[in-house]
């Protein structure tokens, strides 16, 4: 486990967006749940490696989770909320 400060969100591949030139790369459109409206869809490229490190790649409908890592020294304390 990392020690790292991180929140892992779930989300959904919404679609494969194949390359528009040979040599492009495929990417997987993702709708990140708990998002904001305008900032819920991420792309990526749509490479993967299993756990021997095989290639994969991620198919259309298929559950993701979405996981944000920061450096500790990156992060400050969240601010006390009222009546906690």
Known sequence: MSDKPSV???????RI???VHPAGVEKAQI???GADDLYREIRI????KDEE?????LK????VDV??????A???PAAAQAGS
């Not at 259309?60 to 559950?63: D, S």
């Open 8 to 14: 892992t969100l779930p989300g959904t591949v919404e």
């Open 17 to 19: 967006i194949k390359p």
């Open 31 to 33: 709708s990140v749940e």
């Open 45 to 48: 490229e749509n490479s993967l």
């Open 53 to 57: 490190g095989h290639k994969v790649r």
């Open 60 to 63: 259309e409908g298929a559950p």
């Open 67 to 72: 996981t944000v890592e920061a450096d500790p």
């Open 74 to 76: 990156s992060t400050a």
